[in-house]
Nanobody
Framework: VQLQASGGGLVQAGGSLRLSCAAS????????IGWFRQAPGKEREGVSC???????VYADSVKGRFTISRDYANDTVYLQMNSLKPEDTAVYYC???????????????????WGQGTLVTVSS
């Protein structure tokens, strides 16, 4: 099982980035994928996840600005981030759910197989 996050970078406040999570070694159809982030000096927090049936969950802090999507043909999950704010600065990680439940709670404890992270820096 491998997850490779990419797409991070430096962007000005109000700008956009699209993160990619390339999955390999398992069938994306059977698992949920989550995006999490960790800012310097802060604990890791959930950003968004997409469950097996495609239903999406977002943290309140990113609702209306971020969109998660899944491309089965390319085994990739995307996180489109618009209207970025300085407080979105963090290392962003993608992870695969531990189970194949359709009703997975999108908390970090339910996810394993973490990717290496990609740094997003939003300047004010």
């Amino acid at each position: 099982v491998q997850l490779q996050a990419s797409g991070g970078g430096l962007v000005q406040a109000g700008g956009s980035l699209r993160l990619s999570c390339a999955a390999s070694g398992f069938n994306l159809d059977y698992f949920s994928i989550g995006w999490f982030r960790q800012a310097p000096g802060k604990e890791r927090e959930g950003v968004s996840c997409i469950r097996r049936r495609g239903d999406q969950v977002y943290a309140d802090s990113v609702k209306g600005r971020f969109t998660i999507s899944r491309d089965y043909a390319n085994d990739t999950v995307y996180l489109q981030m618009n209207s970025l704010k300085p407080e979105d600065t963090a290392v962003y990680y993608c992870a695969r759910s531990r189970s194949s439940s359709y009703y997975l709670t999108c908390s970090a404890s339910n996810f394993g197989s973490w990717g290496q992270g990609t740094l997003v820096t939003v300047s004010s």
